[in-house]
């Protein structure tokens, strides 16, 4: 079982919609979670953290539920630029970085 | 954000050849360093932690005389593939952050542009 699990997707929903994507994650020693975006043959960009209070920035709301252990990412009124790849993270320390592999997100007009 | 450079963004080399890719930090001191490979659609994954003036750590799988890594600085990290070979090309990251536990520091890692890595 892989330690940070995402749905690879791909979600193909209209533009204005709202989507959400789940990330499980095994090890219960992960202590910090964020959620990256990735465009097609770039470099991750830092989307958000993810508190156990849940955080909002916008249009995007993080959840993490450390009962379950997942985390979850909301996008509200979904843009023709939010499509791209988004990838959880979990930190069990400074040296244990695990990324999932990524859940492909597509708006179409 | 913090900014993290990668020179170079692209290199094609032939097989047998070594190649050396720089990650710095522009306006942070990074503690630690790490280095992933992509490829195609697939996630990045760990190749090795870099702490600044001691020996990387290395993930399982990965081979530490392959895959050179020295962190001379607190800006500078390099990777050296050497004696590449086909399989070695991939889409190499390298990320920065900052634990020292002072002012400012942070977990949030920071990622460098990446290096498009083709063996001929």
């Known amino acids: 079982r892989k330690e940070v699990e995402q749905d690879p997707g791909p979600f193909n929903v209209p533009e204005g919609a709202t989507v959400a994507f789940n990330c499980t994650y095994s090890n219960s020693a992960s202590q910090s979670f964020f959620w990256y975006r990735q465009d097609c043959r770039k470099e991750p960009k830092l989307l958000m953290s993810?508190?156990?209070s849940g955080n909002e920035d916008g249009r995007f709301t993080a959840q993490l539920n450390r009962a379950s252990q997942y985390i979850s990412l909301l996008i509200r009124d979904s843009k023709l630029s939010d499509s791209a790849t988004y990838l959880c993270?979990?930190?069990?320390?400074?040296?244990?970085?695990?990324f999932g592999s990524g859940t492909r997100l597509s708006i179409r007009p | 954000g913090a900014v993290v450079s990668q020179h170079p963004s692209r290199v094609i080399c032939k097989s047998g050849t070594s190649v050396k890719i720089e990650c710095r930090s522009l306006d942070f001191q990074a503690t630690t360093m790490f280095w992933y490979r992509q490829f195609p659609k697939q996630s990045l994954m760990l190749m090795a932690t870099?702490?600044?003036?001691?020996?990387?750590?290395?993930e399982q799988g990965v081979e530490k005389d392959k895959f050179l890594i020295n962190h001379a600085s607190l800006t500078l990290s390099t990777l050296t593939v050497t004696s590449a070979h086909p399989e070695d090309s991939s889409f190499y990251i390298c990320?920065?952050?900052?634990?020292?536990?002072?002012?400012?520091?942070?977990?949030?890692?920071?990622f460098g542009p990446g290096t498009r890595l083709t063996v001929l």
């Open positions: 993810v508190y156990s």
């Open positions: 870099s702490n600044e003036g001691s020996k990387a750590t290395y």
């Open positions: 993270v979990a930190y069990s320390s400074a040296s244990k970085i695990i």
């Open positions: 990320s920065a952050t900052d634990l020292s536990g002072g002012r400012g520091s942070t977990d949030t890692q920071y």
